[in-house]
């Protein structure tokens, strides 16, 4: 139904910032909220942010509140997530996707459809 494509990953130092964007496919987007999980190495995948269909509510994980901003622009069909004052520990392969069941959700299984994925590495 609908097809995600990450871009904007990158080699950054600690403090540093990244903007990732997450391009959708069709013309349904703004039927989907939308959100972002990352996966370390060794780690489960975990939530990072969400936002709901029309962006007028966004949700964070505890350890980037403050630092990360999601976005979307249903005009181009694309999501965005603003990474500022990056960390070592933000080191992830970074994934969007959508969900059309739910207005938002951190729950891995509530997501329909998942991009490829794009690395972020933050040195110290």
């Known amino acids: 139904q609908v097809q995600l494509v990450e871009s904007g990953g990158g080699l950054v130092q600690a403090g540093g910032s990244l903007r990732l964007s997450c391009a959708a496919s069709?013309?349904?987007?703004?039927?989907?909220?939308m959100g972002w999980f990352r996966q370390a190495p060794g780690k489960e995948r975990e939530f990072v942010a969400a936002i709901t269909r029309s962006g007028g509510n966004t949700y964070y994980a505890d350890s980037v509140k403050g630092r990360f901003t999601i976005s979307r622009d249903n005009a181009k069909n694309t999501l965005y997530l603003q990474m500022n004052s990056l960390k070592p520990e933000d080191t992830a392969v970074y994934y969007c996707c959508a969900a059309g069941a739910v207005s938002y959700s951190g729950r891995y299984s509530d997501y329909d459809y998942w991009g490829q994925g794009t690395q972020v590495t933050v040195s110290s």
């Open positions: 069709g013309r349904t987007f703004r039927s989907y909220a």
